[in-house]
């Protein structure tokens, strides 16, 4: 019996250790993020304009990818927006350029000088996904991407999640509609068809 209750307070003793271990590796993480959290996101269209306009290119970053949400409301802010996100196109940090062209291409695909930079983010392993993406509004405009989203795509394989097999990148490629596009996705088509 006395055996039982030593066992049972050393297992009460772990538990409170390994939530405490849990709680203190916890604090590492979200403090540095809640030291940041007044740059998540804008509370209107005035401050995304304002925190665009930051001497910092993370808080120019997030502010670029933040203002799309305004620039699909109202025209007189959309104009606005649309201003402010071609002026951010030259920008100097190449995230923000980024950001700010994958938002661009979110809200008016007839930006013309928007493809440039996405055919740019294709070269860059990390922002590939989001340029690819971006790049499927424009149809056979992206013409000039088709060679390096079929490479993207090859390298990154088929995903079989849920048994069913799917690709990202074979479906901006059917978006983008080029022959070359469509017949890169030919052999995937007949994976789905089994």
Partial sequence: ILLKRVFKRRIKLFAVIREIALFCFLSLILTPALARADEWGCADIETCLENLEDKDPYVRMCAAVDIRHYGQEKEN??????????????????????????????????????????????????????????????????????????ELMNKKGIDYSWGYPRSTYADVLRDIGTPEALAAVKPLRRKELL
């Fill in 77 to 150: 802010e959309q104009k606005k927006v649309i201003a402010a996100l071609k002026r951010h196109l030259q920008d100097t940090d190449n995230r923000v350029r980024y950001r700010a062209a994958g938002s661009l291409a979110y809200i008016d695909t007839t930006s013309k000088e928007v493809l440039p930079i996405l055919f740019e983010m294709l070269k860059d392993e990390e922002e590939a996904e989001i340029a690819v993406l971006s790049l499927r509004h424009y149809g056979p405009e992206a013409r000039e991407a088709v060679p390096r989203i079929i």
